[in-house]
């Protein structure tokens, strides 16, 4: 288990895929791999949903689905382009900062049909439903921050052995994860106010998208900054390893998303049997 937890934790930092989400390009066509879409899926499964409530529910995913599928070209260049600057071991601002503002527009109208998704499932649910959804998720997400104030970042001294690291390599990938973690401490209370915003927004009786537009504007140039931010980051700690490192990182990487996806399935499995009882 805590192999798991090490590789998880590992590709969270590294990945191209955990880079992508970070700079905002919204996937509702893979939230399956998405650790806030399995909590929401966990809490729909205590809400006693009546066969209709079920059917709507599908049906609204069914239909995001199929219009973010729109977009899958545009966010697979993107996310190749990322790639290629992250493996040229030359950092390019100019050229990153461009293809954030690129896919800017293709991230907003994929952020905006997640965040009516979201609004159209919250509003099939009944006044009790809804109340006992807003507790699961609160409990849900207070255990999920005190998993976090343990530590999210990886052990320095796992990561070394796992990759062999050298001692300058270990004082490099320390530094950066204690600026990753300083970063994340002061953005902390920020990502609060702007996910009570938008809860606000999305679980209103009719969602406003004028009200979300405005959100998403005021916000915009602060996430660009912080995306381009945290693509530097990234950078910079793979330039850290040399090829082979890299390499058994990539098998760790896909490792622990196949080990990922294997539990992920296994409770949906049990979930399912739990249902039928």
Do not use: C
Request: glycine share 2%; net charge positive; proline share 1%.
């Amino acid at each position: 288990m805590k192999k798991l937890f090490v590789k998880a934790t590992i590709v969270g930092i590294l990945s191209t895929s955990a880079l992508a989400a970070s700079i905002a390009v919204a996937q509702p066509l893979h939230e399956r791999d998405n650790k806030q879409y399995e909590m929401r899926k966990s809490v729909m499964s205590e809400l006693a949903l009546t066969s209709q409530q079920k059917a709507d529910i599908k049906q609204i995913r069914s239909e995001a689905k199929q219009d973010a599928s729109i977009y899958r070209t545009e966010q697979q260049e993107f996310r190749k382009a990322i790639k290629v600057i992250l493996n040229s071991g030359q950092w390019d601002e100019a050229q990153v900062r461009s293809l954030i503002e690129e896919n800017a527009e293709s991230a907003k109208q994929l952020k905006l049909l997640k965040a009516k998704t979201k609004s159209r499932v919250f509003n099939v649910l009944n006044a009790e439903q809804k109340a006992l959804m807003a507790s699961k998720q609160a409990e849900k997400q207070s255990k999920g921050k005190k998993r976090r104030a343990k530590g999210r970042l990886p052990n320095i001294e796992r990561l070394s052995k796992r990759l062999a690291l050298n001692e300058a390599q270990q004082a490099q990938l320390a530094s950066l994860l204690d600026t990753a973690k300083a970063e994340r401490e002061a953005n902390k209370a920020r990502k609060e106010e702007d996910r009570a915003t938008l809860k606000g927004i999305i679980q209103a009786v009719e969602f406003d998208e004028e009200a979300w537009l405005a959100f998403y504007s005021e916000n915009h140039q602060d996430h660009t900054e912080r995306a381009l931010a945290k693509t530097k980051m990234r950078f910079d700690m793979l330039s850290v390893l040399n090829e082979e490192q890299k390499e058994k990182f990539k098998k760790m990487m896909r490792k622990g998303k196949k080990a990922k996806n294997k539990q992920g399935r296994n409770k949906a499995k049990t979930q399912k049997l739990d249902q039928s009882v």
